[in-house]
């Protein structure tokens, strides 16, 4: 029977190798990934994540590499990424307080919370992808939320790379609604790489600008004073693993956030990077 891993991608664009270099470890140690959409629509790659020319603004320099490109590539129009799970079907959505009848919907919504939990133990972990597509429709979505909540409540590996990382600040225990990475350590965008301007999404011609917020303020008041956030500007990769959470801070760390995902899942990888 194949392990499986649970992938969380954004219908407005996702950073290719985000998907590829993790995907490409996890498959070689048997996993199989199930994908899924906030609205069950096709995941697209954002079209500079497989554009060797494209230079990236706070880098100054051409981050998609040849390898990289052909890797997206291959899986962008793969049938792999056909008919994902639909999210807003499959996960139950938290009623409002103003709704009629709202105490016996709440109850119903917990109810239905369980049996999602009981289903979501055939899979071994959670797969947050990134790219700008996540800041409209993942990082403040109740129901990616409440499905790593409920990997948190397995204690099962929680993956986040690039903006996928956001989703942690926001994924609170609804009555509790503390940050679930306080006290541990974690990386992401660090502001020194944060665009300026371009920041945009697939299907759409806006331009935002830079980011809605900085990532790095986000995630240091989340961890709090007893943990730690590591932006490591400066250095080509930022993988940290504080079980059960790993973080990327971006496409370059790609490959390394796949090989110490598999580390965590077959050899018990608690601590990395930090």
């Given at each position: 029977m194949a392990k499986k891993i649970l992938a969380i991608l954004s219908n407005y664009g996702y950073w290719g190798v985000e998907l590829t270099g993790p995907m490409v470890k996890l498959e070689q140690a048997g996993y199989e990934l199930t994908f899924a959409t906030p609205r069950g629509m096709r995941p697209v790659a954002l079209p500079p994540s497989y554009d060797t020319s494209y230079m990236d603004p706070p880098l100054g320099k051409c981050v998609?590499?040849?390898?990289?490109a052909e890797q997206v590539k291959s899986i962008k129009d793969?049938?792999?990424l056909d008919n994902p799970k639909n999210l807003s079907a499959w996960v139950p959505e938290r009623p409002y307080y103003s709704t009629e009848n709202f105490l016996r919907k709440l109850e119903a919504y917990y109810s239905e919370l369980k049996k999602?939990?009981?289903?979501l133990s055939e899979y071994a972990g959670i797969l947050l992808v990134g790219g700008s597509g996540p800041l409209i429709d993942m990082v403040n979505n109740q129901r990616v939320h409440d499905l790593i909540l409920a990997f948190r409540k397995m204690d099962k590996p929680i993956a986040a790379i690039c903006y996928g990382v956001a989703c942690l600040v926001f994924a609170r225990d609804f009555n509790e609604r503390k940050p679930i990475i306080e006290g541990k350590h974690v990386t992401g965008h660090c502001i020194e790489y944060d665009y300026h301007d371009g920041t945009g999404f697939v299907g759409t011609d806006l331009n935002i600008g830079p980011p809605?917020?900085?990532?790095?303020?986000m995630l240091r008041d989340a961890v709090g004073s007893?943990?730690?956030y590591h932006g490591n500007f400066g250095k080509e990769t930022s993988v940290i693993v504080d079980y059960p959470f790993i973080t990327a801070r971006s496409l370059q760390c790609s490959h390394e956030f796949g090989e110490q995902l598999v580390n965590m899942l077959d050899k018990g990888l608690k601590r990395y990077g930090w």
């Open positions: 998609t590499t040849p390898f990289d793969s049938p792999k999602l939990e009981a289903e809605p917020y900085v990532l790095e303020y007893g943990g730690g």
